[in-house]
């Protein structure tokens, strides 16, 4: 049987500008793309109802409507096209509207014209495939994902509807380029769910640069992120990328991101909805090409409400939302977790995989298990550590010791301790200095993750459930050096 030859993307164009229209055309057809154009909601009908595109872009205002009215039209007739939305500068809440309607991206007059070629493209390629286009230009079927894609959710631990609904909203949400917002409480997974949204998208490729807000201090917080020009401030010896730059073609996670000061909020908002960002020191924007994926355990609403968090920002931000299930919600699902958990366990530690008795198993699923996945694995980590035998036991309430002992035996493991000088006080008895003494208990547990892990920070930060940026800000905030008084590595020598 003869093969028919592969016919190139075919793209409607909605502008009623003529000029800006030309340019948009011939931008196109230069790209290799078959292009149709349209003057009005009505002309850009006409052509949907005679033919079947791989992407439409329209403008938002229209001599006849708005670009919104054909995207919701479009939406209700199951129309298999992309759908990109141009706006006005400074428009942004017309690019959440659409974005939250079902858009596949949006683009901000004047329209940057490498940008406008790269967003044409990803439409293009999530677009399904029309009979005769070229092979290779579309996302695979959900049976047939991507080897990566498949991994990201299998990451993902559990078969409860609570967990399949989470999973089954990655695979719809990835296929666009609105920003998404990931609640849960702490200990969830919320990065885990960041990066199977990744890894389903068409920026798969690309890189994800994950950014915890609250472990940057405050005065670094602009240079971390939008990058800095050499000199720009003290210590400023080069320059240097920011996470957005780091991120380009990719995703930016923002993880805890209701702990950034207002101020540094006013700057994102302003990156996200200009994509385009000034180094520090800097006198040109850079235009930056990421998807933005951010989490919180807050309740972000009411932070707006309390004035501790932007409306706008939050609304940008919000554009789709996942809501990651705590442990308690999905019990069913903690057999497979721990099989999981503990096959990881045995990797890092070179070992056989422990076997869970079925009472361990019953005793955790009769836990409260507050702190979700994450106090789990400590669980696990620390029943791994303290087994004698083939079978594991957990220990759901470690002995504890008696303030005197405890000072004694941090200031023999590390004598830099006795110099913050604040003694746990007795069960049941209010602290005089709370900041210090949640110091006090922080450090204990971090210098005893460190000395298990040879102090290696790297290994104490896998184990507490911390990125290596989280546990080197609270080593240098705590003091905390290793035997000798170096500082704890990241690596083993």
């Known amino acids: 049987m003869a093969v028919l030859p592969a016919s190139p993307a075919h793209v409607l164009v909605v502008d009623d500008e003529p000029d800006l229209r030309t340019l948009y055309e011939l931008t196109l057809l230069r790209e290799g793309y078959r292009v149709e154009a349209a ?47 141009m706006t006005a500068y400074g428009s942004a809440e017309n690019a959440v509207e659409a974005l939250k309607a079902g858009a596949f991206d949006y683009l901000t007059k004047p329209v940057d014209l490498k940008q406008f070629r790269s967003v044409v493209a990803a439409a293009i390629q999530e677009a399904p495939p029309r009979p005769g286009r070229a092979a290779g230009a579309r996302p695979p079927a959900a049976g047939e994902r991507p080897a990566s894609s498949r991994a990201a959710l299998d990451r993902l631990v559990g078969d409860s509807t609570a967990m399949q609904n989470v999973k089954d909203r990655i695979a719809k949400v990835a296929r666009s380029m609105a920003p998404v917002l990931v609640r849960g409480e702490s200990g969830t997974g919320k990065e885990l769910v960041a990066r199977a949204v990744h890894a389903c998208s068409h920026r798969a490729d690309g890189p994800f640069v994950a950014v915890n807000c609250s472990a940057i201090p405050e005065s670094l917080l602009e240079a971390e992120f939008f990058g800095a020009r050499k000199g720009s401030y003290t210590g400023a010896t080069q320059d240097r990328e920011g996470y957005f730059q780091a991120a380009r073609s990719g995703t930016l996670f923002l993880d805890e991101i209701g702990d950034l000061p207002l101020a540094m909020q006013s700057k994102l908002l302003r990156a996200i909805q200009e994509r385009q960002v000034r180094s520090l020191g800097s006198t040109q924007e850079d235009a930056v090409d990421v998807r933005i994926v951010s989490a919180t355990h807050k309740d972000l609403a009411a932070d707006v409400l309390a004035g501790r968090f932007r409306q706008d920002l939050y609304y940008r931000l919000n554009v789709i939302e996942i ?25 890092e530690s070179s070992m056989p995989v422990p076997v869970l008795s079925e009472y361990v198993l019953q005793q955790l699923c009769a836990h409260a298990l507050g702190g979700n996945v994450r106090e789990l694995e400590n669980l696990l980590h620390r029943a791994v550590a303290l087994s004698d035998g083939e079978e594991l036991q957990v220990d759901f309430a470690p002995t504890q010791v008696a303030p005197a002992q405890a000072a004694s035996a941090l200031h023999e493991a590390d004598p830099a301790a006795g110099a913050v000088g604040h003694a746990a006080p007795p069960p049941h008895v209010m602290p005089g200095d709370l900041q210090a003494y949640l110091d006090q208990q922080e450090r204990e547990i971090l210098v005893k993750a460190l000395q298990e892990s040879g102090f290696n920070r790297t290994a104490a930060a896998q184990r507490l459930g911390l990125s290596l940026r989280q546990i080197r800000y609270r080593i240098a905030r705590l003091a905390i050096l290793a035997p000798g008084g170096d500082e704890p590595q990241d690596e083993r020598a």
Request: net charge neutral; glycine share 4%.
């Open 39 to 85: 003057a009005s909601l009505a002309e850009a009908w006409q052509q949907l109802e005679t033919h079947r595109f791989d992407a439409v872009i329209t403008d938002m205002r229209l001599p006849d409507g708005l670009g919104l009215e054909l995207l919701n039209r479009m939406l209700d007739q199951q129309r298999p096209e992309r759908c990109v939305v």
């Open 323 to 347: 809501l990651v299930p705590p442990l308690r919600e999905r019990r069913g699902d903690l057999p497979a977790l721990c099989k999981a958990l503990l096959a990881r366990i045995a990797l």
